[in-house]
């Protein structure tokens, strides 16, 4: 699995981003599928997950409320929309997946086994 992250970007405070991230060379659909986020300095840290069937979904306590994710099977694609972005936020953001019927601790980086490149987020005050 090659996943690809896209939509990053700089925003002022207060306003919105969407990330994408594309799988490639082998469907995703019964894989659980999160975001993370590295700030400089920092671990890299839980952000979001959506397990297999889209069904559920998880954040992390800072973001809850302002992101939300999602995914399209079809198209073997998982999407975070960031709301209300805070210069908190900025990172770098990293899509991953687990493997296929992986059930676990979704908020641990070593659940996921495919990972993409990221894609930066700068956020302005």
């Known amino acids: 699995v090659q996943l690809q992250a896209s939509g990053g970007g700089l925003v002022q405070a207060g306003g919105s981003l969407r990330l994408s991230c594309a799988a490639s060379?082998?469907?995703?659909?019964?894989?659980?599928l999160g975001w993370f986020r590295q700030a400089p300095g920092k671990e890299r840290e839980f952000v979001a997950s959506i397990d297999w069937k889209g069904s559920n979904a998880i954040y992390a306590d800072p973001v809850k409320g302002r992101f939300t994710i999602s995914r399209d099977n079809a198209k073997s694609t998982v999407s975070l929309q960031m709301n209300s972005l805070e210069p908190e936020d900025t990172a770098v953001y990293f899509c991953?997946?687990?493997?296929?019927?992986?059930?676990?601790?979704?908020?641990?980086?070593?659940?996921?086994?495919?990972w993409g490149q990221g894609t930066q987020v700068t956020v302005s005050s």
């Open positions: 991953a997946a687990t493997t296929p019927y992986y059930y676990g601790n979704y908020y641990a980086t070593n659940s996921y086994k495919y």
């Open positions: 060379r082998r469907t995703v659909s019964n894989n659980a």
